[in-house]
Nanobody, 116 residues
Framework: QVQLVESGGGLVQPGGSLRLSCAAS????????VSWFRQAPGKEREFVAT????????NYADSLKGRFTISRDKAKNMVYLQMNSLNPEDTAVYYC?????????WGQGTQVTVSS
């Protein structure tokens, strides 16, 4: 069983930065890929970024390349999403998602609001 807890969201001005964290319980977390998704009001949940279990393979949504960076610290059971040059269109609830050989898990989400 894996439990995921996101943190680091909040209110930020356009052009600002935030770093989201995804903390996991359960050692199997490190055996799978971890992704970030987001869901804006009235829209479907969309893919943001993913990182493989070893960290060697990373992919981003095309529209976010160059502004967002995903990383993981396996020793700490953590995955991060660094978000730069934020704009109001980035406002959404951001979710952490882990896919392991034992199952797939979602966190509860953290709200990011970009507004002046």
């Amino acid at each position: 069983q894996v439990q995921l807890v996101e943190s680091g969201g909040g209110l930020v001005q356009p052009g600002g930065s935030l770093r989201l964290s995804c903390a996991a319980s359960g050692s199997i977390f490190n055996t799978g890929a971890v992704s970030w998704f987001r869901q804006a009001p009235g829209k479907e949940r969309e893919f943001v970024a993913t990182i493989s279990s070893g960290g060697g393979t990373i992919n981003y949504a095309d529209s976010l390349k160059g502004r967002f960076t995903i990383s993981r610290d396996k020793a700490k059971n953590m995955v991060y999403l660094q978000m730069n040059s934020l704009n109001p269109e980035d406002t959404a609830v951001y979710y952490c998602y882990a896919r392991t050989g034992f199952g797939s898990y979602w966190g509860q989400g953290t709200q990011v609001t970009v507004s002046s």
